[in-house]
């Protein structure tokens, strides 16, 4: 495919605006009414649509909207809309991996900052930016949902946890020399953008339950409550009898909000 130069957004393909070859347009069509019948109002399929048509293009195209708005009767600004807004859809040729350093608060302090200042200067990209060979696109993410492994780095939304500086630089080295890369949970493999819209577009690859979802971090809780067993209704039953017990006394508890002017007569 013809490509143009672009420093932010490395290799862009020749313009999308073109229509959809035949077979890739058949294809599409397929895929697009078994998601429509996923839903009592077919409306409601743009959102996997719009994954759909960007496991094609690799972004939210010309096209891909202008296919979205014809199946789903809708205008291409109403669909514009709602690709604007998420940003898991892309508005411009994305890398063939979307490698994401969270930087909110907790992984900032645990070192996200410092990952994020020298993986930018080792790619020469900054936030939502390509490398020129199209591999790698660079995000800067308020939180990856993982704060019980801060520094958390993500490729294609699949986690890499405990990250530092060294580790998050080797792994994007590998994923653009094209060597396999396994992540801390879940599947055996981190796939291409392409591959991952099409699963989030709905259509399964069989790799949801390969791997280990829950780290020992995030299962210690759960550890301590078995080990001083605690189950939920003896948990209930304590929270009943505290509230119980507060009220008695003439204490308001976070589960008890009274009507208005009780607090003024209540000394």
Request: glycine share 10%; proline share 5%; hydrophobic share 35%.
């Amino acid at each position: 495919m013809a490509t143009t130069s672009n420093p932010n957004y490395g290799a862009v393909p020749a313009p999308t605006a073109e229509p959809y070859e035949a077979d890739v347009l058949a294809g599409l069509h397929r895929d697009a009414q078994e998601v429509i019948g996923r839903y009592p109002v077919k409306r409601s399929a743009l959102l996997p649509l719009l994954h759909l048509v960007q496991s094609v293009d690799g972004y939210v195209s010309t096209r891909g909207i202008e296919f979205c708005a014809e199946v789903l009767d809708l205008t291409a600004a109403e669909v514009s809309g709602v690709a604007t807004f998420y940003t898991q859809y892309k508005r411009h040729p994305n890398g063939e991996y979307t490698v994401g350093v969270c930087t909110n608060t907790l992984c900032a302090i645990m070192g996200g900052d410092q990952i994020w200042d020298e993986v930018s200067e080792h790619l020469g990209i900054g936030h939502d930016e390509t490398t020129p060979d199209g591999k790698i696109t660079l995000e800067r993410v308020e939180c990856n949902a993982a704060c019980d492994f801060a520094p958390v780095v993500m490729a294609n939304w699949e986690f890499f946890d405990n990250q530092t500086p060294d580790s998050t630089k080797a792994l994007v080295d590998d994923l653009r020399a094209g060597r396999e890369v396994k992540p801390t949970r879940g599947p055996s493999r981190v796939c291409s953008f392409k591959h991952v819209s099409r699963v989030l577009a709905g259509f399964n690859d069989g790799l949801a339950d390969e791997g280990v979802g829950a780290g020992p971090a995030s299962l210690e809780g759960l550890k301590v409550a078995k080990d001083r067993g605690w189950d939920e209704g003896g948990n209930g039953n304590q929270q009943n009898e505290a509230t119980s017990d507060a009220m008695a006394a003439g204490r308001h508890t976070s589960t008890d909000t009274p009507a208005e002017g009780d607090g003024k007569a209540e000394k």
